[in-house]
């Protein structure tokens, strides 16, 4: 007889079936509406103008990113008054195996929840709830440098088609700013909250520190900054270059599409908002296409050295004894 255990359990498969099932489809048809929109020898030729070198420039920028964004986190652990932050070097080990997660599996959300456990430790009592609430704020710093970005660069040269810059600009700053706020009253919430949500709530860190936080924003800034250089330079090598100014504006909009959850890691989408927003200043359909698939390989060998240092040395390997 099935028990309510099992009947819960086939249920969550058939869930889990049903959205990969979207997440297949959306992305088939994404490169399908691609395939007719894009000249097959147009796409050729441009897949032959890139050179191995140029690919390895862009995934050592793809590193520098990631380098930056360690920083980052260890910033956003001091302003959140963690009590014993791991080193630089495990931090990079969890960054580089949380982006293997994020990378290749479907929603990129997963290896942040991966970082958030591995560093729990980092907080003493309040543990796993601090440490992802950190994790959280990190990615909101990060869409909120995105927006910021691609405001300021179309205040300096406006897109024909892309949202208004101010708009962007409040957008990025009030995702930043409601993190920070939602954390410093989480723990006032947790007192009128029903349980089990308001033990949560009262061990969410509270920002302490403000100049790490600020240091963080500016680091996200060169996160974002930095990818779209990579596809600056991939679009140069294609044919004639875009303005500097398109490129800050897109990629980061672009590579966004990684975090929609009906898309295998916005494989497709990307793609599809690489080729229809560089259209816009001018940039054929080829070499967009191909630009969005050499950035997107770059990004995937990064990540998959953070798959093979799990391999290699699983998390529990180097995390100290709780």
């Not at 997963?110 to 994790?135: E, H, I, K, M, Y």
């Not at 990190?138 to 691609?150: F, I, K, N, W």
């Not at 953070?306 to 709780?322: D, E, K, Q």
């Amino acid at each position: 007889m099935q028990t309510a255990a099992d009947r819960s359990s086939v249920s969550t498969r058939a869930r889990t079936i049903g959205v990969r099932l979207v997440q297949v489809a959306v992305t088939l048809a994404a490169f399908a509406y691609l395939y007719m929109h894009v000249d097959r020898a147009a796409l050729v030729d441009a897949y032959l103008r890139i050179s191995v070198a140029r690919l390895a420039a862009v995934v050592a920028i793809h590193y520098l990113a990631y380098a930056f964004a360690v920083v980052r986190w260890r910033l956003l652990l001091s302003a959140f008054g963690a009590s014993a932050p791991p080193p630089l070097w495990r931090l990079t080990k969890y960054y580089l195996i949380g982006a293997f997660y994020n990378t290749y599996l479907p929603g990129g959300v997963g290896g942040d929840v991966v970082r958030g456990l591995a560093s729990r430790d980092a907080f003493g009592s309040t543990g796993a709830a601090s440490a992802l609430a950190v994790v959280l704020v990190e990615r909101v710093l990060g869409l909120s440098a995105m927006l910021l970005l691609t405001a300021a660069a179309t205040f300096v040269d406006p897109l024909p088609g892309i949202i208004a810059p101010w708009l962007l600009a409040c957008l990025g700053s009030a995702a930043a700013l409601g993190s920070v706020v939602g954390l410093l009253l989480a723990r006032r919430l947790s007192l009128s909250m029903p349980a089990p949500f308001d033990r949560w709530l009262a061990k969410l860190p509270v920002p302490s520190r403000v100049w790490p936080l600020l240091g963080a924003l500016t680091l996200s800034v060169a996160c974002q900054l930095l990818p779209a250089l990579a596809g600056h330079a991939l679009l140069s090598a294609l044919g004639p270059a875009p303005r500097l100014t398109a490129s800050l504006a897109i990629v980061p909009i672009a590579t966004a599409a990684a975090f929609l959850p009906f898309t295998l890691s916005g494989a497709g989408v990307r793609e599809a908002i690489f080729v229809n927003l560089f259209a816009l200043v001018g940039v054929a359909a080829g070499p967009a296409l191909v630009a969005s698939l050499a950035l997107w390989l770059s990004q995937a060998v990064v990540a998959a050295s953070g798959g093979l240092w799990a391999l290699l040395r699983p998390l529990g390997a180097t995390r100290p004894p709780s």
